[in-house]
Structures are given as C-alpha cells and as structure tokens.
C-alpha cells in the first residue's frame, strides 16, 4: 500500500528526499506537494521521481517508485492543500499512511490559513471536532491535553472533561490501533510535585 508524504516547508522537502535515498523499503511513495521545490530537491539529491497527473495515477506505482503529485491550489496555500488532499486520500483507502513535514504556521497564517498546526487541520479534514495529537516511541506513548497554545494559556485549557477525552481516547487508540488489550495510562500533573497535595498549585486536585 502506498505512503503519502507531505514534506512541507522549508528544510522538508531537502529531509525527505535525502530520507527517501537511504532508505527504499517502504513500498511505493508519492510526495505531495509543490512539484517545483521538491523536484529540484531530489534532483541535488540524485532521487528519481515518477511525476502524477492525477492521484488516480497512484495505484501505477510500482513497488520502489517515488511519485510526485501536485495538490489543487485554488483555495488555500500548497502546503496545506497537499496535506488535504493527501489525509482524503487516506480516508478513502487510495493509501494507507501519511507523513508530514514541517509548516510554517506564521507565514500560513498570514496567507489565511485558520489552523494553528497539522493537528487541527487533520481533525477538520477526518470530521473530528476535538482531535487528540500523540506521540509514539518505542515502548513509550504520549498524547497532549493541549496542543498549539502559548505557555501561559495552558493552566486555564486544563479541565476536567478535556483530561478524559484525551485519557478515553488515547485508551481506544492503543486497544483498537496498538493492539494492547489492557493499556496502562499514567496522567503527568501540571504544577512541580503535580501541586504537592495544593502547596503549588490545584489544578491536580481540582481538575485533573
């Protein structure tokens, strides 16, 4: 099944392609994106590309080609269209992952790009009103209660009800996507000492 890259801005699309020449086991890979920054960052790289007319064109892939498909930019920015249309792809079963690069949120922003991340941006596409940003290492799994605030405005995002979305459905995702039938959930405290009993703080009691 293939791999969908959106290698993004700025050094993203010079890691991928040199990611893409030191390893070639992944199956058939197509980049999403603009085809003119990242055509001329495989060819410094020495990296073949297959060009796209359509997504239609994916399933041609064979097993070691790299594709390169241009995203429709009419509405938004080509970073963010690319990773629309690549997460659409997904849902309809034309691949079975995707990998995202870097963004620039600010320069986005700018161009009237309303999300402050990937994170958002994928909830909206998948439909899901308060999508979950986790990450996954070896053994060791973290999910976020916030994501993508300034320091200062994450005391006031904690509360009860978004602390158990975040602990129910990083439970779902490691039964239903991890295969551990029984996860063992640990939920790490906002203040030192998680509050020392409310000397530093009570968001712990009050909250979490």
Not at 1 to 13: D, K, N, R
Not at 35 to 63: M, N, R, V
Request: negative net charge.
């Amino acid at each position: 099944m293939t791999l969908l890259v959106t290698p993004g801005m700025g050094i993203g699309p010079e890691i991928t392609v040199q990611a893409l020449c030191s390893e070639r086991e992944l199956g058939p890979v197509v980049l999403v994106g603009d085809t003119e920054i990242i055509g001329g960052a495989a060819a410094q790289a020495g990296l073949h590309l297959t060009p796209l007319d359509s997504a239609k064109a994916i399933c041609d892939l064979g097993p070691s080609d790299v594709g390169l498909l241009s995203p429709p930019t009419d509405a938004e920015p080509v970073p963010i269209a690319a990773v629309r249309l690549a997460a659409q792809l997904c849902l309809a079963g034309r691949a079975a992952a995707l990998v995202t690069g870097p963004i620039h949120k600010a320069k986005l922003a700018a161009q009237g790009f309303l999300h402050p991340g990937h994170t958002e941006l994928l909830g909206e596409v998948c439909g899901v009103s308060n999508p979950v940003m986790a990450f996954a290492g070896g053994r060791l799994r973290v999910a976020l209660v916030t994501t993508h605030l300034p320091l200062a405005r994450v005391p006031d995002a904690i509360d009860a009800a978004r602390v158990e979305h975040v602990v129910g459905v990083s439970h779902l995702a490691l039964q239903a996507d991890l295969g551990i039938a029984q996860p063992r959930i640990g939920v790490c405290g906002l203040n030192p000492h998680a509050g020392e009993g409310g000397l530093l703080g009570s968001a712990e009691i009050e909250e979490i």
